[in-house]
């Protein structure tokens, strides 16, 4: 799975779903997760952009996410979890208090999605993010972008795609209902 880490970390570049070292990636192996280290671009991800570590326990080089991953891991059956940042869940989950998309493919594979609040790097928030991932394979955290899950990661990338492409959707038609407002 180290191989699809290195990919999809490439593709959450390509589509613009991170920049720098924002972001991060794990997958599970029984009770234990092989996640991101900390600070790594993950466009630029290797062999050695990752550490080992226990459910339930810490690592000192693991990415500051590590405890929500737990709790994904902890709350659900999946097997692979990305977080990333894309400009438009991020912007619009500083306004909105829930995502409704219109467009087809977000509201058959999202449907509404309530955005989790809290204080970065809490217990709270973690508990609250991996409640909305285990519920629906997506949580869009105020401010701080998407977390997503799946079998794997083509699964959980497909999810925040697909969200991202929702909230673009419904920035552009904002805009543009409030042009139409103005005229």
Known sequence: MIQDAIRIGK????????????GNLSYRIGWQMIITKSGVVLDELDENSFVKVAIGEEHPHASSDQMVHQA????????AVLHCHGVFNVVLGLILD??????LEGRMFIGSLK????????????????????EKGI?????????AAGKN??????????LEHSCEVLYRLRVYEKLERNR
Not at 11 to 22: F, T
Not at 116 to 122: D, N, T
């Open 115 to 134: 955005v989790v609040e809290g204080k970065f790097g809490s217990k709270e928030l973690a508990r609250k993010i991996g409640e909305s991932v285990a």
């Open 72 to 79: 994904i891991y902890k709350k659900s059956g999946f097997k």
């Open 153 to 162: 990661f083509d699964e959980a990338f497909k999810l925040a795609s697909y």
């Open 139 to 147: 949580a869009l955290v105020r401010g701080h972008g998407i977390y």
């Open 11 to 22: 593709k959450l570049a390509e589509y613009r779903l991170i920049d720098g070292a924002s």
């Open 98 to 103: 829930e995502i409704v998309p219109r467009d």
